[in-house]
């Protein structure tokens, strides 16, 4: 029996790790849930999976959590300390399944904890890649992708040499706006932004995908997860999205990963590892697919993507200005606050004004000099938007 703890439970992530957990309950226990604000939904958990520990996000929402669950509730944390707590509980593996920066701190407590790590929240490595992987070395602690992309790449890595991998080509559906010009993406509305083609999730990440910031911050993912520079990874747009990416061999061999896009998949193999669960979903017909189409990104359209290789190459802290400033630009569009193509701008303004000054090269010793780059780049994004010149 693997016991888990599941950083943001009621999200996209939690919410499908446990529905895995519910199709295989002689195989998964529930040892600890943190949620933000979905009272309601995190109450259903606790009442299905019987965590002895959950957290929330503020004071009101412990209350209304406590009056729901009455005699039945376990015992209940909250805020940032709450996620530290849900992190480091008694457990096997951390889901962690937060979405941005908030992620990192609880993250990085699992992992000190000794604690595995199924990690799909990718601006983790994003932010703090060097530091998370000495972590994870000193621990001696497995870090298991969930994204799609870098499971693909972890399975067709298993049992190769690591001085026998040449380049790593991570697959991008392209988005909603693969075909619109780009008059129109910067017209785009939040309604056509979250319509995304292939994948269900959370409205963050499906602005990313729009926007091909969510392919940056998984090259940079990338580069860390599979120690990898960033010449050495490619990205090419597969609009069907069933080879989840590809590894090639300095011999020219290139192997690859395939199935239906079900984030189900690929959070089951994280859970089970080195097992498979035999999953009871739909199952990839390649007569019936017909096609699969690849085509090279249009970094003119989509910026955020060569923006994510810049900041790759601009030091260890650029990845965290370029996240910060993602995440301050997507929570404005998503308030219709900017246009579409103003995301693209802002993040671009932040990350060439970091760059151009003394503190870009700097490596990052703590999480206080990763937070302190953060609440810099948020801090410019924000003075950028509220100028209003994007
Ligand atoms: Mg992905």
Known sequence: MRRLAILGSTGSIGEQTLAVVGEFPERFSVAALAAGRNVDKLAEQVRQFRPA???????????????????????????????????????????????????????????????????ANKEVLVMAGALVLREVQRHGVELLPVDSEHSAIFQA?????????AKIVLTASGGPF?????SEIEEATTAQALAHPNWDMGPKITIDSASLANKGLEVIEARWLFDAPPEAIDVVVHPQSIVHSLVEFVDGSVLAQLGLPDMKIPIALALSHPE?????????????????????????????????????RGGEAAPAVFNAANEISVAAFLEDRIGFGAIARTNGAVLAKFLSGSQG???????????????????????LLGGSAL
């Open 361 to 383: 090269q700097a490596p990052l010793g703590s999480v206080d000099d990763v937070l302190e780059v953060d609440a810099w780049a948020r801090r410019e994004a924000r003075t």
């Open 276 to 312: 498979r669960l035999p999953l009871d979903a739909p199952r990839l017909d390649l007569a019936a697919v017909g096609r699969l189409d690849f085509e090279t990104p249009d970094t003119k359209r989509f910026p955020c993507l060569e923006l994510a290789f810049d900041a790759l």
């Open 178 to 182: 693969r075909t619109w010009s780009q």
């Open 53 to 119: 520990l959950v957290s929330v996000g503020t004071d009101e929402g412990a209350h209304a959590l406590r009056e729901r669950l009455g005699a039945e509730a376990p015992e209940i944390a909250v805020g940032e300390a709450g996620l530290l707590e849900v992190a480091t509980a008694p457990a096997d593996l951390v889901v962690a399944g937060l979405v941005g920066a908030v992620g990192l701190p609880p993250t990085l407590a699992a992992i000190r904890a000794g604690r595995d790590i199924a990690l």
């Open 157 to 165: 890595l298993a049992g190769q040499r690591r001085e026998d991998l």
